[in-house]
Nanobody, 117 residues
Framework: QVQLVESGGGLVQPGGSLRLSCAASGSIFSLSAMGWYRQAPGNQRELVAAITNSGRTNYADSVKGRFTISRDNAEKTLYLQMNSLKPEDTAVYYC???????????WGQGTQVTVSS
């Protein structure tokens, strides 16, 4: 069974930075596509950034140039470096793991990011 545990959220001022981490258990991390999603109150969950098992990345237009997704397969950890944070980045951020061929889809419990002065 896979567990995903996010950390690194918190309160930050506009223009500040945070680094989110997602630690995965199990043995399929290196085979998985990983992603960060976020959900603000009253909004649907949306994709923020994704990275394939080969390292190809994809970003939402709203975060391009500010956020960077990366992974460490040896440590089974996913990261999201968030710079130049804006109040509209405030949301609960969720880690996601997918192995499409095996129809596997896992979610973490989420970590709150609040951008406010």
């Amino acid at each position: 069974q896979v567990q995903l545990v996010e950390s690194g959220g918190g309160l930050v001022q506009p223009g500040g930075s945070l680094r989110l981490s997602c630690a995965a258990s199990g043995s399929i991390f290196s085979l998985s596509a990983m992603g960060w999603y976020r959900q603000a109150p009253g909004n649907q969950r949306e994709l923020v950034a994704a990275i394939t098992n080969s390292g190809r990345t994809n970003y939402a237009d709203s975060v391009k140039g500010r956020f960077t997704i990366s992974r460490d397969n040896a440590e089974k950890t996913l990261y999201l470096q968030m710079n130049s944070l804006k109040p509209e980045d405030t949301a609960v951020y969720y880690c996601n793991m997918k192995v499409v061929a095996a129809r596997l889809d896992y979610w973490g419990q989420g970590t709150q990011v609040t951008v406010s002065s």
